[in-house]
Each structure stands twice: as structure tokens, then as C-alpha cells.
């Protein structure tokens, strides 16, 4: 059974960071690529970054890029999203996700197995 919990998120005060976790289970990292996603209320889901299945790869979108990274940890089946400088825009719901094969397109569409998201709440 494909499952993906998130976890990590909580409430911080702006300049703050954060290490989201994904944990999977069910299927490998060797051949699922992972990636990170956001929803802030009102809004659509977007893509923040991905990491491949095979390389550990990592692509992380520009206007996150200075402050987002990705690893991924293969021994505890773990993709790990660590957020520097919070700012007060990046409250949301955060989803990992995962898709057989490459990480590109980096699109929901695209990314078959969810997580339940976790709550980022960035606020002074």
C-alpha cells in the first residue's frame, strides 16, 4: 500500500525555518520521484520542487530557490524539505507527492500518490 506522510509543519514567526518531512512507504525511492507542493487558502496548488528517483537529482523552483533545498534520506524512505527565512506568503498547506519515473513534469497533474499536507503557518 503506496502511502505518504508529511510532517514538520507548525506555526513560526517570519525569518524562521522549517524541515518538512515526507516519509513513504509502499514503494522505493529508486523509483519514485518526489515532489513538494503548497496551497495557500484561496489559492491553487503550486509546485515548489522535486527530487528524481534515480540521481537524487534535485530541482527547486526560482522563486523559492534561495531559501528552499531538498534532500532525501534512502536508509528511512524520507524526502526532506528544509525552508530558511520564512516569510508570512509561505503559509499554506504543504503536500509531498510522489511519480513512477522521472520528476519532470513537476505538475499535480502529473504526481499520482498524495499525502494528508501539513500546515505552515508563518506569522509575527
Known amino acids: 500500500q503506496v502511502q505518504l506522510v508529511e510532517s514538520g509543519g507548525g506555526l513560526v514567526q517570519p525569518g524562521s525555518s522549517l524541515r518538512l518531512s515526507c516519509a513513504v512507504s509502499g514503494f522505493s525511492l529508486d523509483f519514485y520521484a518526489i515532489g513538494w507542493f503548497r496551497q495557500a487558502p484561496g489559492k491553487e496548488r503550486e509546485a515548489l520542487a522535486c527530487?528524481?528517483?534515480?540521481?537524487?537529482?534535485?530541482y527547486v523552483m526560482d522563486f523559492v530557490k534561495s531559501r528552499f533545498t531538498l534532500s532525501r534520506d534512502d536508509a528511512k524512505n524520507t524526502v526532506f524539505l528544509t525552508m530558511d527565512a520564512l516569510e508570512v506568503e509561505d503559509t499554506g498547506v504543504y503536500y509531498c507527492a510522489g511519480k513512477y519515473g522521472t520528476s519532470w513534469p513537476l505538475t499535480p497533474a502529473e504526481y499520482n500518490f498524495w499525502g494528508q499536507g501539513t500546515q505552515v503557518t508563518v506569522s509575527s
Open positions: 527530487i528524481s528517483n534515480s540521481d537524487s537529482r534535485t
